[in-house]
């Protein structure tokens, strides 16, 4: 699960080409003569030496050195050299932004719901040093210390609090984080709440109050519409009162409204005829169409 920067090794391919070219030229000189059995000896552990000094740190890596387990100062990127024998590089500190997952398992909310919380830490290393002389495993400090944090927000806030508000919490748990890494230099950048699990049965409540609370609402609206609705009929009904021939017309609209459709039959009771007046209008309408054919006979 934890993996730490990786440590000290004496094989590196720019370490073995100096001792690969060195041992050569030890060789070449001996068979030559210009050197005696003493002096290749002596060039042998030469190029074991410079080779043995030659270290690599990639781009984003600082190597701290130790010289005779006391820590000396930080080298690279790049290639550095160190004393063979005294001088040891300890570790290589990877300083990119780094991602670690963490949970809270079973942990009881302010209002004792359990819940099940995954979340994710980004965190780099801004100073070396104290990373290396200050806490021992920090990869593993910091995935504890960030789960021990998830625990006690959550122990702080209630489960509606849990669910509406991720970000706040999140900013909130990124800051007590970032407190107790910095002492380690490390800085805790950003946290993200992934999930939040509760219980099945709590789940299945919840649904059932939030579809209530719907239909609460729903019947809340149609009710409202509803009184909206008599509210308008009743100012209409007082316009028509005192006013019959506007009664009429409108109901001459809705019979025309009503047969506008094709092969559309309406049956009006006798009454709704005598109080329009539909009967007296429908003999004109007649004694006009008549008079327009003997018209049109001439």
Not at 8 to 15: A, H, Q
Not at 79 to 84: C, D
Not at 112 to 117: A, D, G, I, S, Y
Not at 272 to 284: K, P, Q, T, Y
Request: glycine share 6%.
């Amino acid at each position: 699960m934890f993996t730490d920067s990786r440590s000290d090794y004496l094989i590196n391919p720019v370490s073995i080409a100096v001792f690969v070219v060195l041992a050569v030229v030890d060789v070449v000189l001996s068979i030559l003569e210009v050197l005696n059995v003493y002096g290749g000896l002596a060039g042998m552990v030469i190029a074991v030496a410079v080779a043995a000094s030659i270290r690599i740190a990639n781009h984003w890596e600082k190597a701290v050195v130790l010289r005779m387990g006391k820590y000396i100062g930080l080298k690279g990127p790049g290639i550095f050299l160190i004393i063979p024998v005294l001088d040891r590089v300890y570790k290589y500190v990877d300083q990119r932004v780094r991602v670690t997952d963490f949970k809270a398992e079973e942990t009881l909310t302010s209002d004792t719901v359990p819940v099940n919380v995954d979340a994710v830490v980004y965190w780099m290393v801004w100073d070396a040093e104290k990373a290396a002389l200050e806490v021992r495993e920090y990869i593993k400090a910091v995935s504890y210390i960030a789960q021990t944090a998830l625990r006690d927000t959550i122990g702080k806030h209630d489960l509606a609090d849990l669910l509406q508000n991720r970000e706040k919490i999140a900013e909130a748990l990124q800051t007590t984080l970032d407190e107790h890494t910095n002492p380690w230099g490390i800085t805790c950048q950003t946290v993200g709440i992934k999930d939040i699990v509760i219980p099945s049965a709590l789940a299945d409540a919840m649904s059932k109050q939030a579809q209530a609370e719907r239909e609460r609402q729903a019947r809340i609206i149609l009710g409202t519409a509803e009184t909206e609705i008599s509210e308008k009929f009743a100012q209409a009904s007082l316009n028509y009162h005192n006013n019959p021939v506007a009664l009429q017309l409108r109901g001459m609209n809705m019979l025309f409204e009503g047969l506008k459709e094709k092969g559309s039959l309406i049956i009006v009771p006798s009454s709704a005829l005598e109080s329009m007046n539909l009967g007296a209008i429908g003999g004109l309408t007649a004694l006009a169409k008549s008079e327009d054919k003997k018209k049109d006979g001439k």
